[in-house]
């Protein structure tokens, strides 16, 4: 299982990106698939998932301002992130769980927002 996470960089408070993760070695179309997050000297957080069916899932913190879609064409999931805040700033991590309930991890990409 390979998760190619990309998208991650520097923006300014209020700005926006966008995060993709393709993934191969899975059937893309069974598994969930969503982001964690982790900070330093914090706890890793579920950021938002989607199932397989494509209903999607946020964190309270997220919610309104992140939004997360999947092309089971592409292998792609993708994450927008509007309106973004410095405690957003993170190491974003995709992941995707087998209907058998074994997640995998990408390696995470950075994300860095300045007040």
């Known amino acids: 299982v390979q998760l190619q996470a990309s998208g991650g960089g520097l923006v300014q408070a209020g700005g926006s990106l966008r995060l993709s993760c393709a993934a191969s070695?899975?059937?893309?179309?069974?598994?969930?698939m969503g982001w964690d997050r982790r900070a330093p000297a914090k706890q890793r957080e579920l950021v938002a998932r989607?199932?397989?069916?494509?209903?999607?899932n946020y964190a309270d913190s997220v919610k309104g301002r992140f939004t997360i879609s999947r092309d089971n064409a592409k292998n792609t999931v993708t994450l927008q992130m509007n309106n973004l805040k410095p405690e957003d700033t993170a190491v974003y991590y995709c992941?995707?769980?087998?209907?058998?309930?074994?997640?995998?991890w990408g390696r995470g990409t950075q994300v860095t927002v300045s007040s």
């Open positions: 992941y995707t769980r087998r209907p058998n309930g074994m997640d995998y």
């Open positions: 989607i199932s397989s069916g494509g209903s999607p």
């Open positions: 070695g899975v059937i893309f179309s069974a598994n969930s």
